[in-house]
């Protein structure tokens, strides 16, 4: 009898594994799916609000300012989506809600309703006669975070509410588009997406910076070291043996013991992997990812853009080719520029960032000296003591943004490296069997979604990029 591929043996004594149901068993009506997508109320919002002008619209938010001059009450209201004035008059409203708006203090949560009108000298092209006032909470009076300049340590303690401050807003703003044109882009190229694990018992990028936990497997045997993923890349390269092409996205952790601007304990990676791709084609694929990221924050975030006051020239001129630069020529540039690198070093932030500002495009910085980096890259076969890797270097000084590398495909040569990187080989079993059974070519790469942010936004630490840092010396709120 012929063998069904990948068919699950579904034990006899047990319901709960339901293999092979088929696809729409559990669909939807097309008109119960109508009816659900009417659940979400209509509503107008600050940044939807160009279509209404001339017309009474009624918005909900919070008082992100205000200010009065006797008879006039000029009220900076926020919904989340976008912020806009609203002007109330003292002769034209309830004089209980006048009273009110008399009172109001900082954050406060709030309804209004007012008529849409054009107004040029507003940021965001609209203003509000206000009409009707309504307190939903007065916000107590206070409010920690002010107008003069508080240091970082505050505002990160603060950070359940410094997330209102519109530079913040701003910020999380262009992180979630850069993560939907990261989604668009794969999606667009083949790519499905494939969790990985954040449970793992091996280490993906060396063991010095795991964090490391006793749970599993407690009992007769001695119980298993359990570590949090540093990235996902080890099991997307099982991935792609069955899709061909994937990526993950997701929070990693490293337990590293450097409290620098580029690096947070807690971080989200996004893995691509893709069968069937060498090292130059790898490169193609985030040449692409990265151009297509710029040009949709650049798109849809103006106004962001704008407000974290970020120069938009230097991202215009992120378009392919990027600059190519192998780590022997790089090195060579930067001892000329008075850096005192070794001829096989890794490069250090100040070696990446005096390199950036050679050019005004990302660089591909290839082919390391194999001893510097991870156990699965392959030998460049031209050059066999360094590796067919790259890091993307991102420019302005911000340095890397991308890690990656075409994999070791051969099951002895791989195993060899492990052996010279003294990793055990048993709990990697199910990573050779990857080169046991219908190994190809492939390559992958990470990206570390906060140091996107924080160059796209021009910021100078990478601790505003995410919404609740963890860093060393920070686990709070
Ligand atoms: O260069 P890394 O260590 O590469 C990997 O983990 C590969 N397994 C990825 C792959 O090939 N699939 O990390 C990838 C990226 C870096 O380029 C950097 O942008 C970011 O992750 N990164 C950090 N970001 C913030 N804080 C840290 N501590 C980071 N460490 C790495
Ligand atoms: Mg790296």
């Known amino acids: 009898m012929p063998l069904a591929l990948g068919k699950i043996e579904r034990p006899s004594d047990s319901d709960d594994c339901e293999v092979g149901l088929s696809e729409g068993t559990t669909a939807m009506s097309p008109l119960a799916r109508r009816q659900t997508n009417l659940t979400v109320p209509p509503m107008i919002t600050i940044a939807s609000i160009a279509p209404h002008v001339g017309e009474e619209v009624e918005l909900k938010g919070w008082a992100y300012n205000f200010r009065s001059s006797g008879k006039i009450f000029f009220l900076q209201l926020r919904d989340g989506s976008g912020k806009v004035q609203v002007v109330y008059s003292k002769g034209e409203m309830d004089q209980v809600q006048w009273e009110a708006l008399q009172s109001l203090r900082l954050e406060s949560s709030v309804r209004v309703r007012g008529r849409v009108k054009q107004d040029d000298r507003s940021p965001t092209g609209f203003e509000l006669e206000g009409m009707t006032f309504e307190m939903i909470q007065l916000a107590q009076e206070d409010y920690p975070i002010g107008k003069k300049d508080h240091g970082p340590d505050f505002l990160l303690d603060q950070r359940h509410l410094w997330l209102r401050a519109e530079s913040q807003w701003a910020i999380q703003r262009v992180r979630n588009t850069i993560i939907n044109a990261t989604y668009a882009y794969f999606n667009e190229n083949g790519f499905i997406k494939f969790d990985t694990p954040i449970l793992t018992p091996t280490s993906c990028e060396g063991t010095t910076e795991l964090f490391e936990m006793d749970y599993f497997g407690e009992g007769e045997d001695g119980g298993t070291k359990a570590y949090l993923a ?64 710029v040009k949709d924050v650049l798109e849809k975030n103006a106004y962001e853009l704008k407000v ?23 090195v ?47 030998r460049d076969p031209r050059e066999p003591d360094r590796v067919l890797n790259n890091d993307v270097l991102a420019p302005e000084g911000y340095g890397e943004i991308i890690g990656g590398s075409q994999r070791e495909d051969d099951l002895s040569v791989i195993i060899e490296r492990m052996r010279e ?21 492939h390559s992958g790469f990470g990206y570390g979604l906060e140091r996107i942010v924080a160059w796209v936004c021009g910021l100078h630490h990478v601790r505003e990029t995410i919404p609740f840092p963890r860093m060393m010396h920070r686990l709070n709120p």
Request: with cysteine; aromatic share 12%.
């Open 230 to 293: 540093q990235s996902g890349q080890l099991y997307l390269e099982a991935g792609i043996m069955s899709f061909g092409r994937c990526f993950d996205f997701g929070p990693v952790f490293r337990a590293e013991k450097s409290k620098t601007r580029r690096h947070l304990t807690e971080f989200w990676m996004m893995d691509a992997e893709a069968a069937f791709v060498e090292h130059e084609g790898n490169m193609q694929i985030q040449e692409g990812l990265i151009v297509r990221i």
């Open 308 to 330: 974290l006051e970020r120069d938009i020239e230097p991202l215009k001129k992120v378009q392919a080719p990027f600059v190519h630069l192998t780590h022997a020529q790089a």
């Open 421 to 441: 990187h003294h990793l055990p080989l048993e709990p990697f079993e199910w990573y050779l069997d990857l080169r046991r059974y219908g190994s190809v070519p």
């Open 332 to 378: 060579v540039a930067l001892r000329a520029l008075g850096s005192d690198i070794g001829e096989r070093d890794d490069l250090g932030a100040d070696d990446e960032t005096l390199l950036t500002e050679q050019y005004d495009r990302p660089i591909f910085l290839e082919k390391y000296p194999a001893e510097v980096k991870a156990f699965y890259m392959k």
